[in-house]
């Protein structure tokens, strides 16, 4: 694949409001491996299932925000996800998580013209 990088940034814990670590201006990620009461969430494995675990199962991260924000999990992701945090969460940085870089990526032999506009776009932002 051709690829263009789009940008990079920090991540970030997001918490149930009112959580204690809310208070703290930053985190490790050591402080999110164990977050009582806030087991980390279980995405499907290929086949469908899922490894065991005390964290819910998860299938989109609009169901993630919504178990977070009633208490049931927590999550470290990127720090885009902030303008999308609606009441009921909050978000704390994680200072030594490893940078998330977003690309875009389109097959070498394209010659898509909707390809091209859509990369050219993208890269603009």
């Known amino acids: ?3 263009e990088e789009l940008g ?6 997001v918490l149930p409001s009112g959580h204690p670590l809310t ?3 930053h ?3 050591a402080d999110t491996q164990d977050v009582a009461g806030l087991p980390l969430p279980r995405w499907p494995l290929d086949d469908g299932s899922y490894a065991a675990g005390p964290g819910p199962e998860v299938h989109d991260h609009t169901q993630l925000l919504q178990l977070v924000a009633l208490g049931r999990t927590c999550v ?3 720090d ?4 999308h945090l609606h009441e009921g969460l909050a ?5 030594d998580a490893a940078p998330v870089t977003t690309v875009i990526a389109w097959p070498p032999h394209s010659r898509s013209r909707a390809v091209a506009d859509l ?3 993208a890269t603009r932002l």
Do not use: I, K, M
């Open 1 to 3: 694949f051709d690829t």
């Open 8 to 13: 990079t940034e920090g991540q970030v814990l």
């Open 23 to 25: 208070t703290r201006p």
């Open 27 to 29: 985190l490790v990620l």
């Open 76 to 78: 470290v992701l990127p």
């Open 80 to 83: 885009s996800v902030l303008p």
């Open 91 to 95: 978000a704390v940085p994680v200072l």
């Open 119 to 121: 990369v050219r776009t």
